[in-house]
């Protein structure tokens, strides 16, 4: 059987320009390109390009399938809609890079097997998984935390402490992770095994909740948000998306206490002396 390969790419926040178009021609004669996509696929012979420097220089999310078992899923995203330090617990060699690229972090999904011999379906296209990068942006973890899972082996020294933190809702996937889980070839019982210690799913805000941290907005951030919206220097989705991880990060934060303690003289630390 003949090798095949599907390599996709998308520009999600900011559309191809017609020199960027003319740019990719170059890599491929036969590829189908538009300001949105690049889309190909090999039975003979390969992409005359790295993949990765195409995220880099032109596209938010890549999907690359082959019929021996290797799948791979790139997702860029501006650094600051993350939590670094929490994200790169989950990093490993097998299953999960993180790139730097300027402002932008690329995520790099990787999955292999070598009991696969199949070509591609149309319920595996990226539409799919495009959500998965949306999530990210907005907080949520737990495809990383599948793709952890996948990395398919375990250290005899492993400290059940030194793994990553469980992401909330992991015992209530959605369809796109649950199907994302099978791209990556995890088994549910592997699954089903790390997630019993998992915690409740957090309580979803309520209107009232919503609306008074919308009124609370300051009004300079309120005409800057209708304004990008109306005159659209940024995709709708991308606005909410910002809102949404903005609402949350306040929601997280604790509420800070007054203190109880008498304030004293900041020359002499003594108790400052009551008006008559």
């Not at 909410?240 to 900041?266: G, H, I, V, Y």
Request: proline fraction near 5%; charged fraction near 35%; hydrophobic fraction near 35%.
């Amino acid at each position: 059987m003949s090798e095949y390969q599907y390599y996709y790419f998308e520009a999600v926040d900011t559309p191809l320009t017609n020199k960027q178009q003319q740019e990719l021609r170059k890599i491929s004669t036969r590829a189908d390109i538009n300001s949105r996509r690049f889309v190909n696929e090999y039975q003979w012979g390969d992409l005359k390009a790295d993949p990765l420097n195409l995220m880099k220089k032109y596209f938010d999310i890549h999907l690359y399938y082959t019929n021996w078992g290797t799948r791979i899923i790139m997702f860029k995203i501006p650094a600051n809609r993350v939590d670094l330090d929490l994200v790169k617990q989950y990093e490993n060699c097998d299953t999960l890079t993180i790139y730097k690229n300027g402002t932008d972090l690329i995520f790099r999904l990787t999955a292999d097997t070598e009991e696969c011999d199949e070509w591609w379906e149309e319920s595996l296209e990226i539409k799919k998984y495009a959500s998965l990068r949306d999530d990210l942006m907005a907080g949520d973890y737990r495809c990383l935390y599948i793709a952890w899972l996948a990395r398919g082996w375990e250290d005899e020294d492993d400290d059940e402490s030194e793994s990553p933190p469980i992401p909330a809702g992991m015992k209530n996937l959605t369809g796109t992770l649950k199907s994302f889980a099978e791209f990556m070839y995890l088994d549910i019982a592997t699954l089903k095994k790390a997630i019993e210690n998992a915690g409740d799913d957090p309580r979803k805000p309520t209107a009232k909740e919503v609306k008074d941290w919308i009124t609370a907005l300051l009004e300079k951030d309120k005409v800057k948000i209708l304004s990008d919206l109306l005159l659209e220097k940024e995709l709708p989705q991308a606005i909410q998306r910002d809102l949404l991880s903005r609402f949350l990060k306040d929601q997280t934060k604790a509420p800070s206490k007054p203190s109880t303690q008498e304030k004293k003289c900041p020359s002499c630390q003594r108790k400052p002396r009551k008006k008559p």
